[in-house]
């Protein structure tokens, strides 16, 4: 029993460790396109949302009751979604590259996908 605890929280630790490093690519990647007002206020809103998108998910880890542990995984979503139309919106003025974005698209739509399977997980136990 002891070691399907330890794969469950081996698991959490992977995915916090993949929303940090997603948080840490957008930091990156907003600092590396062209500086004007329109990339300037999405970007500084990805960083916002990227990075509530890990701490919500450091919460959650802490939390006592399921409705609790549901609403910090929601808000790890909901963030992440923001991110992703600041995302869309960026490349539908022509802020960045589209292969640099693609790839962290691609993170995101996985970490929404891993975040909700959590959410249905533990709305299931």
């Known amino acids: 029993m002891s070691n399907s605890n330890s794969n469950s929280n081996s698991k959490a630790f992977d995915l916090e460790d993949r929303l940090i490093a997603f948080a840490g690519e957008i930091v990156l990647y907003c600092g590396s396109i062209k500086k004007d007002f329109t990339s300037e ?9 990227s990075g509530s998108a890990a701490l919500n998910f450091g919460e959650l880890q802490g939390t006592i009751t399921t409705k609790d542990f549901i609403f910090k995984a929601s808000l790890s979503i909901k ?47």
Not at 41 to 49: A, D, E, G, N, P
Not at 88 to 99: F, T
Not at 103 to 112: A, D, R, T, V
């Open 79 to 125: 963030e992440l979604k923001e991110t992703r139309m600041s995302l869309k919106i960026l490349r539908y003025v022509g802020a960045y590259k589209n292969e640099v974005i693609d790839n962290i698209l691609g993170e995101l739509e996985q970490l929404i996908a891993i975040v909700s399977k959590i959410i249905v997980n533990k709305r299931n136990v």
């Open 41 to 49: 206020y999405y970007t500084k809103q990805m960083i916002r949302s």
